[in-house]
């Protein structure tokens, strides 16, 4: 019967998503990663000396050329943070506008790394292949 879960498609579907779904260890597989997550952890990579997450707003405005939510850049750092990608730590703020309230230091994590690695080494291995499709005018 089409659709019925005992299907063979709906339990391989099952098992796709269930694997899908796990975070694998740094080194053993490219961990999944969205284009906004690499963006965030590139961007906090560039960020090196301040890596705070209103620099971090900015640089995608200006250098991704998309706009950046508060509420989805937060989400992100948040979804990140489960993932093991990103750590952070609570510095005192000395900006007035803040009244005194400390900030995130964004740190990027070991896995972090890898997983940046990891992926850049895959899009350029896919890029490589695609290089005179993509350059044609």
């Not at 050329?65 to 992100?76: E, K, M, P, Q, S």
């Not at 609570?90 to 005194?100: F, I, K, Q």
């Not at 995130?104 to 499709?133: C, H, M, Q, Y």
Request: a negative charge.
């Amino acid at each position: 019967m089409p659709g019925s879960l005992a299907s063979p498609w709906n339990k391989k579907y099952a098992a796709f998503r269930e694997a899908d779904s796990l975070f694998l260890d740094p080194g053993t597989a490219m961990a999944k990663l969205g284009e906004f997550e690499l963006l965030v952890l590139l961007s906090i990579l560039r960020q090196a000396d301040a890596p705070y997450a209103n620099r971090i707003r900015e640089d995608l405005e200006e250098n991704a050329g998309r706009r950046v939510t508060r509420g989805a850049l937060y989400r992100t750092l948040d979804r990140l943070t489960e993932k093991g990608l990103l750590a952070w730590e609570l510095e005192p703020s000395e900006v007035p506008e803040r009244g005194g309230h400390p900030m995130r230091r964004l740190l990027v994590t070991e896995a972090g790394l890898v997983t940046v690695r990891e992926t850049r080494d895959v899009l350029l291995s896919f890029f490589g292949g695609a290089g005179p499709i993509l350059d044609e005018a």
